[in-house]
Nanobody, 128 residues
Framework: QLQLVESGGGLVQPGGSLRLSCAAS????????IGWFRQAPGKEREGVSC????????MYADSVKGRFTISRDNAKNTMYLQMNSLKPEDTAVYYC?????????????????????WGQGTQVTVPS
C-alpha cells in the first residue's frame, strides 16, 4: 500500500503552466502504475495521465495530449505532472493514485476502478 501526497496546485491564468507533484511513501518496487486524475465540480473523476514505473510507458487522455507530461524522479519517489497551455476547462481537483501490477509491458489504464491508493488531491484553478 502506498501513501500518496499531491502538491503544486494553485491559480494560474489561461495559457500558463503548473507542475504537480505526487510524493509516494512505501514505494519499494517498480511494479506500480501511477495515475493522475481530476474531478471538476459536478463531474465524474476522469483519468488524465498514467505511467508504469517498471517500463516508463505513459498514457494520456486526448484532452491533455501535447499539453501535459507525466514524469518521475526515482531518487525522490515522486511523480510529476507538468501542465502547459492551461485552459479554464482544466480547472479541477487533481489526484494521484496507484495500483500494483506485474504486467509492466502493457500500457497503464486511466479507469478509476484500477487504482487502489489515492492522495488527498490538490486544486488547480484556471479562470475564464
Amino acid at each position: 500500500q502506498l501513501q500518496l501526497v499531491e502538491s503544486g496546485g494553485g491559480l494560474v491564468q489561461p495559457g500558463g503552466s503548473l507542475r504537480l507533484s505526487c510524493a509516494a511513501s512505501g514505494l519499494t518496487s517498480d511494479y506500480y502504475a501511477i495515475g493522475w486524475f481530476r474531478q471538476a465540480p459536478g463531474k465524474e473523476r476522469e483519468g488524465v495521465s498514467c505511467i508504469k514505473l517498471r517500463s516508463d510507458r505513459t498514457m494520456y487522455a486526448d484532452s491533455v495530449k501535447g499539453r501535459f507530461t507525466i514524469s518521475r524522479d526515482n531518487a525522490k519517489n515522486t511523480m510529476y505532472l507538468q501542465m502547459n497551455s492551461l485552459k479554464p476547462e482544466d480547472t479541477a481537483v487533481y489526484y494521484c493514485a496507484s495500483y500494483l501490477t506485474w504486467d509492466f509491458r502493457s500500457l497503464c489504464g486511466l479507469s478509476t476502478s484500477l487504482y487502489v491508493d489515492w492522495g488527498q488531491g490538490t486544486q488547480v484553478t484556471v479562470p475564464s
